[in-house]
Antibody, heavy 123, light 107 residues
Framework: QVQLQESGPGLVKPSQTLSLTCTVS??????????WSWIRQHPGKGLEWIGY???????YYNPSLRSRVTISVDTSKNQFSLKLSSVTAADTAVYYC???????????????WGQGTLVTVSS | DIQMTQSPSSLSASVRDRVTITCRAS??????LNWYQQRPGKAPKLLIY???ILQSGVPSRFSGSGSGTDFTLTISSLQPEDFATYYC?????????FGQGTKVEIK
């Protein structure tokens, strides 16, 4: 059973870069058939998709964040990572990593999710 | 971006009630629609994918229907553990987008 776990600093200063890592266990990130996504949730709010990466390294980012986001993958460590630059208080959120399963009909869905990690942007 | 609008934003219901949540897309998304349940302090959990397919392990009291722009999540007999927030999400186009959520509370 695949499990995902986010890790990284819980506090980031304004204008700095937020960096998180998602470690995948119980399956290989290189197995194909999946995208690997980052999703965030502002306190008390809804869900915002940040972007995803394929094991080959190809990425797609939400245009609303594209200028500040980098998602990368390390297949040797079975991890993928998120970097969000020039953060402000508006980036304070719970950040989730999730597997994006692609079906034969080219439909996809997020399952499973990591437990989430709260990142607060504050000086 | 495809906008997803859920209604209602919140509802109060009793155990064993039948509950229906609707989700409308700003354009046709065929059946590229997923539903998630989020309990307080927890990560979202996939309930239904491709509009109507029940995820393995999810109780059969949950069902999904719809195609095009209008979709429905139904809980046939509400159980205490179902009090949570429910989100729809489209996978027709990028960026992936979610509805604003429907909070199901105890009456």
């Amino acid at each position: 059973q695949v499990q995902l776990q986010e890790s990284g600093p819980g506090l980031v200063k304004p204008s700095q870069t937020l960096s998180l890592t998602c470690t995948v266990s119980g399956g290989s990130i290189s197995s194909g058939g999946y995208y690997w996504s980052w999703i965030r949730q502002h306190p008390g709010k809804g869900l915002e998709w940040i972007g995803y990466i394929f094991y080959s390294g190809s990425t797609y980012y939400n245009p609303s964040l594209r200028s500040r986001v980098t998602i990368s993958v390390d297949t040797s460590k079975n991890q993928f990572s998120l970097k969000l630059s020039s953060v402000t208080a508006a980036d304070t959120a719970v950040y989730y990593c999730a597997r994006d399963q692609i079906s034969s009909a080219n439909k996809d869905w997020f399952d499973p999710w990591g437990q989430g990690t709260l990142v607060t942007v504050s000086s | 971006d495809i906008q997803m609008t859920q209604s209602p934003s919140s509802l109060s219901a009793s155990v064993r009630d039948r509950v229906t949540i609707t989700c409308r897309a700003s354009q046709s998304i065929s059946s590229y629609l997923n539903w998630y349940q989020q309990r307080p302090g927890k990560a979202p959990k996939l309930l239904i994918y491709a509009a109507s397919i029940l995820q393995s392990g999810v109780p059969s009291r949950f069902s999904g229907s719809g195609s095009g722009t209008d979709f429905t999540l139904t809980i046939s007999s509400l159980q205490p553990e179902d009090f949570a927030t429910y989100y729809c999400q489209q996978s027709y186009d990028t960026p992936r987008t979610f509805g604003q959520g429907t909070k199901v509370e105890i009456k």
